[in-house]
């Protein structure tokens, strides 16, 4: 009985490793905490554009050529915030969620291009707007899509009775649930491969539970900014963009 549970574990822990993309462990090589649950309880077209048609290529994050060119720039992006962004479209796939940040990033990197120029008073106030309003869209999309995740896991695990969810203030946290994570080797395979993943999509937190009225649980905490924090992802560490 027992051979025969160790060798079904193995099966659904290489499952795992190959249903969340096995990538390099994690630099810092930390292990889970435990805890006991609280009681607590992104010719002229824009950035959003250009996400949306996922036709995104080095030119558009390019530094814009000339001051002039960057006002435009700025102007054409300013208007697109009078639309409504649609985010239903990133929402599909693990991928599509990842193209929807780097709507985020595109922002970052206008804001940061302006940085060269000799601005006028007036102009530096336009290029605060903007930034103003893209934080504002970073703090309305951002929850949408961390609570993809939720679902797009659950098709990817529910043949292994793994059940994901996203939970708390904002979705920040994801949390697996499966007989598997017993073994830290099955927490290990889905959260190395993830944690990159999951600090892009602004997530705090990864918890994992070997069934659902365990009084304890794993985590590891995510060094990633708040949804409100304007600036970009560099080798991990997050720099900001005043």
């Not at 017993?182 to 069934?211: C, D, H, S």
Request: glycine residues 6%; hydrophobic residues 40%.
């Amino acid at each position: 009985m027992g051979r025969r549970l160790g060798i079904a574990l193995v099966v659904c822990i290489g499952t795992i490793a190959v249903l969340v993309n096995v990538g390099k462990k994690p630099e810092d090589g930390s292990a889970p905490k435990t805890a006991q649950p609280s009681t607590a309880t992104t010719d002229g077209v824009n950035a959003a554009t250009v996400i949306s048609s996922k036709a995104a290529t080095a030119t558009d994050t390019a530094p814009i050529d000339g001051k002039t060119e960057y006002m435009k720039r700025l102007e054409r992006e300013l208007a697109s915030f009078e639309k409504p962004l649609n985010i239903k479209e990133f929402l599909k796939d693990r991928d599509s969620l990842l193209i929807g940040t780097s709507l985020f990033l595109i922002y970052a990197n206008i804001y940061e291009d302006g940085a060269q120029y000799d601005l006028s008073s007036a102009e530096s106030a336009k290029r605060q707007l903007f930034r103003q309003k893209a934080i504002k869209r970073q703090r309305e999309a951002f929850p949408k899509l961390r609570d993809a995740v939720g679902p797009i896991f659950r098709q990817k695990f529910w043949e292994l009775d793994i059940e994901v969810r996203t939970v708390g203030d904002g979705y920040r946290t994801v949390a697996f649930t499966g007989w598997q994570f017993a073994a830290n080797k099955a927490k290990l395979a889905v959260y190395e491969p993830l944690r990159e993943f999951l600090q892009i999509l602004r997530f705090k937190r990864i918890t994992f539970k070997w069934m659902k009225a365990a009084n304890e649980y794993s985590y590891w905490e995510i060094e990633s900014p708040n949804d409100g924090d304007f600036g970009k992802l560099d080798k991990g560490v997050f720099v900001a963009l005043d």
